[in-house]
């Protein structure tokens, strides 16, 4: 075994691992025979006793008599102890990250005020930065949405399917996802169907009868938001500021108003089907007949029939009266 230091990690220095060493290799020497073999003071060496005892690495036997514990236990202690202090003073800094942010964030826009928002053109771009963000996005991704959409990085189209898994492997992260949506929403046939998914799967979400824009919040410290409505040539990236701060409270302001896309499931024993279930819970949103009929991929009239029927399976002679029902059912 070579005798270069390697317990420096473990908080001990060159000299104390020297000594420890030695009396792993001489067990029964007393502090003025170290000394004599180590050619230093009787001081020095006391000093260096007394810390590794401290340390756990010796225990005391007598005057000036020290004996090493067994290394597997003593190193091995002091191994996971310094192991857990390190992860302790990591896991410090790291919620410290989101303030140093802050600092560097706020150095810049002293420097450049233009810095608190960067524009983005051309749909690469976008992509591009809509790609990062969710990426690095780790504990709450504030939405609201509405059309446009933009396509996917590799170009291929957004499914129903690549978004449940999109929003599932966000949600395996830890990522708290709340999101309001619109009728427009629901222009893809079988999304509404997909957010009931979602919903069951840990998104919080909630419905309104309209949106002023899309926006995307990750993290309470970026937003991504469309300059003008209805088309995807030019999104405002808004870094930490008083900016943002109202964007976030705009969002918990539509938030608070939405009405959410499920409740309480019925209880068991007096449910109806899936597609009658379906039906009410689009109903109960306000969505139109051809907006249902386009997630029930039937014609519009095919859809109205299907909304009279379970009208009349109720017993109302209203959409009003139904949903009344329902709810008093508990279906809804």
């Given amino acids: 075994m070579k005798d270069q230091p390697v317990l420096g990690a473990v908080g001990i220095g060159d000299f104390d691992e020297q000594v420890y060493r030695f009396l792993l290799r001489h067990p029964d020497r007393t502090v003025t025979a170290l000394a004599d073999s180590l050619r230093v003071s009787t001081a020095r060496i006391r000093h260096t006793l007394a810390r590794l005892a401290e340390l756990g690495l010796l225990r ?16 091995g202690w002091l191994i996971d102890r310094r192991r857990l202090e390190a992860e302790a003073g990591l896991a410090e800094v790291r919620t410290t990250v989101a303030d140093f942010a802050q600092l560097y964030q706020s150095g810049r826009l002293r420097a450049d005020p233009a810095g608190l928002v960067e524009i983005l053109s051309g749909e690469d771009a976008m992509k591009r930065q809509m790609t990062e963000l969710n990426r690095a996005v780790t504990s709450e991704l504030l939405v609201l949405d509405r059309p446009p959409y933009l396509g996917r990085p590799d170009d291929s189209v957004d499914t129903n399917e690549s978004e449940i898994a999109s929003t599932r492997e966000l949600i395996a992260r830890g990522v708290d996802i709340r999101v309001v949506y619109c009728p427009d929403s629901l222009e893809r046939p079988g999304r509404f169907e997909t957010l009931l998914r979602l919903a069951e799967a840990g998104e919080r979400s909630k419905l309104l009868p309209s949106l002023p824009f899309k926006l ?3 993290d309470r410290r970026l937003a991504l938001i469309p300059l003008v409505d209805g088309v995807y040539d030019n999104v405002a990236l808004i ?6 701060n109202a964007l976030i409270e705009l969002f918990d302001a539509y938030w608070e108003r939405g009405q959410p896309l499920i409740g309480a499931p019925p209880p068991v024993g007096d449910r109806p089907d899936e597609e009658d279930l379906l039906v009410l819970r689009m109903l109960n949103a306000g969505l139109k007949d051809e907006t249902i009929a386009r997630q029930l991929g039937v014609s519009a009239r095919t859809a109205t029939r299907r909304i009279a029927a379970v009208v009349e399976r109720l017993g109302a002679t209203t959409r009003f009266q139904a949903g009344v029902e329902a709810s008093a059912r508990g279906w809804l």
């Fill in 216 to 218: 995307r919040i990750a």
């Fill in 239 to 244: 870094r930490p500021s008083s900016l943002l």
């Fill in 60 to 75: 005391r036997t007598g005057p000036g008599r020290y004996e090493p514990v067994a290394p597997e236990a003593a190193l």
